[in-house]
């Protein structure tokens, strides 16, 4: 069973930048993984942020940004926001029958 | 503008199988690099991926309940169905549906979701 392993808890001043990474058991994530990486706040869906290592939807802000770092994903926050506080999820494209994979989430702090 | 919105029973008995409905509109199930996929989430936990069909009926499950998932669309309703049968205690969640997509632009599953439905399992 394959697994994504992210932080799963981050903390940053407002104002400040922080990197979420992701990483999977099977060994370094790379391109081909498309990672994906969505916020989810209390009560609400999920919200798509960053599709295929990088890409923003047209409805990402700006400070969000997604990267490959040291053989995982990363999302990494610039110029972070009290709106930004959430949980953020990662997930990987496996394909075949592994299909796709979620990360455990990480639980960002805004404080 | 793609919607998505969930529609299934709020509480089922140990045992039973549980039918879901999501009926979609802004994308049509038969255009080329298009999905629908379930995701669920237990009251505090993370996400879990279900099920996945695509626009030419391929159909993928998640490994560790695959034996107890089947994925169904209906083009012309504009709707996907989600079975999952045996249920327990431990599959309460809350059941999203969503919109994927892949294409020259990239794989972008999850774009769009739906509110999503709380389902309790409980005799």
């Known amino acids: 069973q394959t697994v994504v392993t992210q932080e799963p808890s981050l903390t940053v001043s407002p104002g400040g930048t922080v990197t979420l990474t992701c990483a999977s058991s099977?060994?370094?994530?790379?391109?081909?993984?498309?990672p994906n990486w969505f916020q989810q706040k209390p009560g609400q869906a999920p919200r798509a942020l960053i599709y295929?290592?990088?890409n923003k939807h047209s409805w990402t802000p700006a400070r969000f940004s997604g990267s490959l770092l040291g053989g995982k994903a990363a999302l990494t926050l610039s110029g972070v926001q009290p709106e930004d506080e959430a949980e953020y999820y990662c997930?990987?494209?496996?394909?075949?029958?592994?299909?796709?994979?979620f990360g455990g989430g990480t639980k960002l702090t805004v404080l | 503008q793609i919607t998505l919105k969930e529609s299934g029973p709020t509480l089922v008995k140990p045992t039973q199988t549980l039918t879901l409905t999501c009926t979609f509109s802004?994308?049509?199930?038969?255009?080329?690099?298009?999905?629908v996929g379930w995701i669920r989430q237990p009251p505090g936990k993370a996400l879990e991926w279900l099920a996945l069909?695509?626009?030419?009926?391929?159909?993928r499950y998640s490994p560790s309940l695959k034996s107890r998932l089947t994925i169904t669309k209906d083009t012309s309703k504009n709707q996907v169905v989600l079975t999952m049968t045996n249920m327990d205690p431990v599959d309460t969640a809350t059941y999203y549906c969503?919109?994927?997509?892949?294409?020259?632009?990239?794989?972008?599953?999850?774009?769009?979701w739906g509110q999503g439905t709380l389902v309790t399992v409980s005799s």
């Open positions: 295929s290592t990088s």
């Open positions: 069909i695509y626009w030419d009926d391929d159909k």
């Open positions: 997930l990987l494209y496996y394909g075949g029958a592994e299909g796709v994979v």
């Open positions: 099977t060994g370094a994530v790379t391109s081909g993984y498309y």
């Open positions: 802004g994308f049509s199930l038969s255009t080329s690099g298009v999905g």
């Open positions: 969503a919109h994927l997509e892949e294409g020259k632009d990239g794989y972008k599953p999850f774009d769009y």
